[in-house]
C-alpha cells in the first residue's frame, strides 16, 4: 500500500489539475494523496520565481485542493499541504521556514521541509535544482568554483532546516546531486563536480538530526520520473544511513503531471530493503503516521 504525499499542481509547477491527479491516484491503487505546492516565497528575501505559489493564489489553491477531499472522501484520502522551503544564510542561521507563522496559520494538513536555494556569502541566492548552467554560475559566483564548498553550505542549510523543524517529513534530501548527473554520449550516467563522498560529513550530520527529531524522511522518485537521475533520493548510501539512525521513510513521486504518480515505486521499495528498511510510513491525518509492510 502506497500513497504520494508530495504533489505539485498548474497552482506551482505543476501540469496537471487537482481532479486530474485524484483520479490518477484512485486509478493506479494509492491510498493518499497529499498536494504541496511551493509555498510563497518570504517577501523580505526580495527572490523571484516562477515556480511558486503566488500570494494572490493561497486561498483558491486551498480552496480547491479542500474541496477535491470532500469530494473523494470515502474513496481516496486527500490531504491539503505546501512544500516549504527554509533559507539559510551562510553562517548557518535559518532565515525563515516551515515553522514561520505565516505557514502555521494557514491550518494545513501536512508540511514538507525542502530545500532548494543557498544563500552564499558572495552573490545571488541560486537553486541547487535549476538548469545545471544557472547552478554551476551560483557555484562560481558564490563559492569560486569550489564545488566541494557549495556542497558543505548546502548540508549545512540542511542541518539547519531539520533543527528549525515545523514540517512533517524532510524532501529530497540529496537535491543537491541532480545537476551533477550527466549522461555521456553513450548514454551512460556520469558524475561532474563532486562525488558523494566528498560531502559525507554534512550528509551524516543531517540524519542524525533527523533522527534526533524522530522526523520521517522521503524516498522521492521524482528524479528518475523525469530522467534527471538514475537514483533516487536519497541515494542508496543515504538510505542506508537514515536505517541506521532509525529514521523512518515515507515513499513519494514528488509529481508534476498525474502519470507520475506511483512512478518508479517497486524500484523504490527495492532500495529500501536493500538498505535494511522492512516497513515504510503513509500519512493518516495530521500528526499520525500508519506503518505498512514493504
Given at each position: 500500500m502506497f500513497g504520494c504525499m508530495h504533489t505539485h499542481t498548474p497552482f506551482c509547477d505543476g501540469k496537471d489539475s487537482i481532479e486530474m491527479m485524484c483520479q490518477a491516484a484512485f486509478e493506479k491503487g494509492l491510498v493518499c494523496l497529499g498536494f504541496s505546492s511551493h509555498a510563497p516565497l518570504p517577501p523580505f528575501l526580495g527572490i523571484?520565481?516562477?515556480?511558486?505559489?503566488?500570494?494572490?493564489?493561497?486561498?483558491?489553491?486551498?480552496?480547491?485542493?479542500?474541496?477535491?477531499a470532500r469530494r473523494w472522501q470515502g474513496r481516496l484520502a486527500v490531504y491539503?499541504?505546501?512544500?516549504?522551503?527554509?533559507?539559510?544564510?551562510?553562517?548557518?542561521?535559518?532565515?525563515?521556514?516551515?515553522?514561520?507563522?505565516?505557514?502555521?496559520?494557514?491550518?494545513?494538513?501536512?508540511?514538507?521541509g525542502a530545500l532548494h536555494y543557498i544563500l552564499p556569502a558572495r552573490?545571488?541566492?541560486?537553486?541547487?535544482?535549476?538548469?545545471?548552467?544557472?547552478?554551476?554560475?551560483?557555484?562560481?559566483?558564490?563559492?569560486?568554483?569550489?564545488?566541494?564548498?557549495?556542497?558543505?553550505?548546502?548540508?549545512?542549510?540542511?542541518?539547519?532546516?531539520?533543527?528549525g523543524g515545523g514540517f512533517d517529513f524532510a524532501a529530497h534530501l540529496d537535491l543537491l546531486k541532480k545537476n551533477t548527473f550527466f549522461q555521456d554520449a553513450a548514454g551512460a550516467w556520469q558524475r561532474r563536480w563532486f562525488r558523494e563522498d566528498a560531502c559525507a560529513e554534512g550528509m551524516e550530520?543531517?540524519?542524525?538530526?533527523?533522527?534526533?527529531?524522530?522526523?520521517?524522511?522521503?524516498?522521492?522518485?521524482?528524479?528518475?520520473?523525469?530522467?534527471?537521475?538514475?537514483?533516487?533520493?536519497?541515494?542508496?548510501?543515504?538510505?542506508?544511513?537514515?536505517?541506521?539512525?532509525?529514521?523512518?521513510?515515507?515513499?513519494?513521486?514528488?509529481?508534476?503531471?498525474?502519470?507520475?504518480?506511483?512512478?518508479?515505486?517497486?524500484?523504490?521499495?527495492?532500495?529500501?530493503?536493500?538498505?535494511?528498511?522492512?516497513?515504510?510510513l503513509l500519512f493518516a491525518g495530521r500528526g499520525n503516521w500508519r506503518r505498512e509492510p514493504l
Open positions: 523571484k520565481s516562477d515556480w511558486h505559489l503566488p500570494p494572490s493564489r493561497v486561498a483558491a489553491y486551498l480552496d480547491e485542493a479542500r474541496s477535491a491539503v499541504g505546501l512544500e516549504v522551503d527554509g533559507f539559510v544564510d551562510s553562517g548557518g542561521h535559518l532565515l525563515a521556514g516551515p515553522a514561520d507563522e505565516r505557514i502555521r496559520a494557514l491550518g494545513l494538513d501536512f508540511v514538507i552573490g545571488a541566492p541560486f537553486t541547487v535544482d535549476g538548469p545545471p548552467e544557472e547552478t554551476w554560475q551560483g557555484i562560481e559566483m558564490g563559492f569560486g568554483g569550489d564545488a566541494r564548498a557549495f556542497a558543505a553550505a548546502y548540508w549545512q542549510a540542511e542541518c539547519a532546516l531539520i533543527e550530520a543531517a540524519v542524525r538530526a533527523l533522527a534526533a527529531r524522530g522526523l520521517p524522511a522521503e524516498l522521492n522518485t521524482g528524479g528518475l520520473n523525469r530522467g534527471k537521475t538514475p537514483e533516487t533520493y536519497p541515494s542508496p548510501r543515504l538510505l542506508k544511513a537514515l536505517h541506521g539512525q532509525g529514521v523512518p521513510i515515507i515513499v513519494n513521486a514528488d509529481a508534476h503531471r498525474a502519470a507520475e504518480l506511483g512512478g518508479n515505486y517497486p524500484l523504490a521499495a527495492q532500495c529500501l530493503q536493500e538498505a535494511g528498511f522492512s516497513e515504510h
